[in-house]
């Protein structure tokens, strides 16, 4: 059982990047995800979550109507659009299922909400 994630990389300022956020052995579609982001000599934070089904989305305000997150449940993946980059953006990014909340309108924002992480991918923004 686990969330892998894939995509991250190195970009140009203003430049796109799509993460992506892969489960094995974890039936995804019926928890909220959730995206963090921690960057070198800095705590964890939360980025971007998801309800189960993807009627609800919550963001950062420093991210928000930059990133879009997305799921697409029968291939059980999670998805982080990420536009407009900034430097500030450069971080190792997670995703995180909560698996204590089956099919729950309940999106959590906290670090302590989510009970199973991936590994995370690295974002590296060059100014």
């Known amino acids: 059982v686990q969330l892998v994630e894939s995509g991250g990389g190195l970009v140009q300022a203003g430049g796109s990047l799509r993460v992506s956020c892969a489960a094995s052995?974890?039936?995804?579609?019926?928890?909220?995800m959730g995206w963090f982001r921690q960057a070198p000599g800095k705590e964890r934070e939360f980025v971007a979550a998801?309800?189960?089904?993807?009627?609800?989305?919550y963001y950062a305000d420093s991210v928000k109507g930059r990133f879009t997150i997305s799921r697409d449940n029968p291939k059980s993946t999670v998805y982080l659009q990420m536009n407009s980059l900034k430097p500030e953006d450069t971080a190792v990014y997670h995703c995180?299922?909560?698996?204590?909340?089956?099919?729950?309108?309940?999106?959590?924002?906290?670090?302590?909400?989510?009970?199973?992480w991936g590994q995370g991918t690295q974002v590296t923004v060059s100014s």
């Open positions: 995180a299922a909560d698996r204590t909340r089956r099919m729950s309108d309940y999106v959590g924002m906290g670090i302590n909400e989510y009970d199973f």
């Open positions: 052995g974890l039936t995804l579609s019926r928890y909220a």
């Open positions: 998801i309800s189960w089904n993807g009627a609800k989305t």
